[in-house]
């Protein structure tokens, strides 16, 4: 995606077994399903074309911080679904900015809801590498970790899911490490451009997406989900 706690429940945990479980099986014994994710830099997508060279899943950036919104974003959110692409938004966090709350309010008050349709995935938080300064946008790894969990805590206040969360292992470890466990509520979202997706952070076991390369067959990055078709149709309807 372009540069881009806390103890959970246990009742939370056990209404979100059935997503962790769906997900769980390896992609040599499921298969994997094609996707993609672009922005603004990829302005308007030829959908039909990237469903015919196989894409059936999209991740579509709609905000940052709280004051960017993607001004190709109709285009290609709605586009990737007419052409019967499973898709969903994703949001390019800013620490720096604001609160996470506020800009899990940004998201889902331009397009980074979520609806039980069978073609939506749940929004995903976008937090890496600080595009405008220092690497963990001067915050240490507790702050960042409660940063993620009022973003999370709030999308799940408005949607019923909780976020996807995308990164690298290399920038979590620097800037989060273990001082927040979001693995028994988010799905992970891998960013690693290898033949293999490598080393997970804590306290994650597997990826459920798994970006490998920002260019390739499909406009901008190539993703993989983990697990079959009907898995990721299990994930969109919750």
Not at 172 to 177: D, F, I, P, Q
Not at 182 to 195: E, I
Not at 201 to 223: C, L
Request: with cysteine; net charge positive.
């Amino acid at each position: 995606m372009t540069p881009r706690i806390g103890r959970v429940a246990a009742a939370v945990f056990a209404l979100l077994t059935p997503l962790l479980v769906a997900t769980a099986a390896p992609a040599s014994a499921t298969g994997v399903v094609q996707g993609m994710d672009v922005s603004g830099w990829q302005r308007n997508v030829d959908w039909s074309t990237a469903w015919a060279n196989g894409a059936r899943f999209a991740y579509v950036k709609a905000t940052e911080g709280t004051g960017y919104r993607n001004p190709y974003f109709t285009q290609q959110y709605d586009g990737s679904y007419q052409v019967g692409m499973i898709r969903g938004a994703y949001h390019f966090a800013r620490p720096d900015i604001s609160w996470g709350t506020e800009q899990a309010n940004y998201f889902v008050a331009h397009g980074g809801g979520w609806s039980r349709d069978g073609k939506t995935l749940p929004g995903t938080l976008d937090i890496e590498w600080n595009p405008h300064g220092g690497m963990c946008y001067g915050r240490g790894k507790v702050r960042i970790a409660h940063w993620i969990s009022s973003f999370s805590v709030q999308y799940h206040r408005w949607t019923g899911r909780y976020p996807v969360i995308y990164s690298a292992y290399s920038w979590w470890a620097t800037c989060v490490g273990t001082a927040g466990n979001f693995s028994r509520t988010s799905p992970f979202f891998l960013a690693h451009y290898s033949a293999y997706p490598g080393t997970m952070p804590y306290a994650w076991q597997f990826q459920t997406f798994w970006q490998y390369a920002d260019h390739g067959i499909f406009p901008g990055d190539q993703d993989r989900f983990n697990g079959s078709y009907t898995q990721l149709r299990a994930i969109a309807n919750g």
